[in-house]
């Protein structure tokens, strides 16, 4: 996942900065140490000449008076000066490249944002959206991530090909450039409910035919969210304690759920969407081979208006736009959605 940061500083950056700090520091020291051996002046005057020294200054009111001392600070002010002109040489250097290339990368990524088309934005990079996340990852599915905490996406590796904004998912301009107008999706996962209801009014009224799913933190929240504009509201507290009862009250069912879920079995849901010049259009289910010959499992067909049929009989006929919710072996749900296009 590739971040778009504008304010940090690169990692060789801080590291140069260090090195630069310590050289100057060691000649300053290296100056002090030798003025107050060769010349016997106190440490404060000591380290007081070797800054002036190497910064250039040179006030005047105080200098070496023995022979030695004069050679030790000919020999330090071509040495240690010379060390803190390097040291901040190369520290200026390498910040110009580090802000010159972070610039040219953060205007690559901001034409890649720019080309996203039907992708997925998710607001919030906490727990509950790092688990969408990785779904999205593992399906390679393009996504666009908004989180205003830099360390909880730090440790993203960028493998899974998603981009990642800094910045508060309530504002209008990040929404607008995280390509809301032209995303397929999106999950508002923020840890408040009232910043979650902001991002989908706002995301709702950039685009109607948005499919946003909102977290929400209370149950009290829901009919707000979905008000807001939310098509579905999840709040895990419910859903937790609901599968902790199905797990206590059924264990059989909530073993083959999570079993599923898990992906421990070969055993997949999906949403399969009848499209215009689909084979399956006006033919009932007994006659095509998602039953004989993929051996799927229909367990629901959702009709273009929204009407929904549960286990449908084999005297179903399957419209265009129909939206059939299938269980059953991942190839075999694959040769589907290639056939039902």
């Known amino acids: 996942m590739r971040l778009i940061l504008f304010t ?27 003025f107050f051996l060769i010349e016997g002046f106190s440490l404060l005057d000591s380290f007081y000449l070797a800054t002036e020294t190497v910064t250039t200054v040179g006030y005047g009111d105080v200098t070496p008076k023995t022979v030695f001392g004069r050679i030790f600070a000919i ?55 790092r688990r969408i996340i990785g779904n999205l990852e593992a399906q390679k599915l393009p996504f666009i991530i908004i989180e205003r905490d830099p360390q909880k996406v730090a440790g993203w590796t960028g493998k899974g090909g998603g981009l990642v904004i800094i910045g508060d998912a309530t504002s209008e301009e990040i929404l607008r450039r995280a390509g809301v ?22 995301a709702r009224g950039m685009n109607e035919e948005l499919h946003i799913v909102a977290r929400a933190v209370e149950e009290e929240a829901e009919p707000k969210l979905i008000r807001a504009g939310a098509n579905r509201v999840v709040a895990p507290t419910i859903i937790g304690s609901q599968s902790m009862a199905r797990a206590l009250l059924k264990p059989a069912i909530a073993d083959f759920m999570d079993s599923i879920v898990a992906e421990n079995l070969d055993l997949a849901f999906e949403e399969v969407a009848i499209e215009e010049k689909s084979i399956y259009i006006g033919k009932k289910l007994r006659d095509t081979n998602i039953r004989s010959e993929l051996d799927l499992v229909i367990v629901a067909i959702r009709r273009k208006i929204g009407e929904m049929l549960f286990h449908p009989s084999g005297e179903t006929v399957i419209l265009e736009g129909d939206l059939l919710i299938v269980i059953g072996r991942a190839e075999s749900i694959q040769h589907l959605l290639e056939q039902a296009k």
Do not use: W
């Open 8 to 34: 940090q500083i690169s990692t060789l950056t801080r590291r140069r900065l260090g090195y630069a700090v310590l050289a100057i520091f060691c000649a300053i020291s290296f100056g002090a140490l030798g």
């Open 75 to 129: 020999f330090f002010m071509l040495i240690g000066g010379g060390t803190v002109l390097y040291a901040l040489t190369s520290l200026v250097q390498s910040i110009v490249q580090s802000e010159f290339i972070s610039i040219l990368d953060d205007r690559r990524k901001t034409k890649e944002m720019d080309k996203l088309t039907n992708h997925f934005i998710i607001c919030g990079a906490g727990r509950v959206g």
């Open 181 to 202: 107008t032209r995303a397929k999706g999106l999950a508002s996962c923020l840890p408040d409910d009232a910043a979650n209801v902001y991002v989908v009014l706002t």
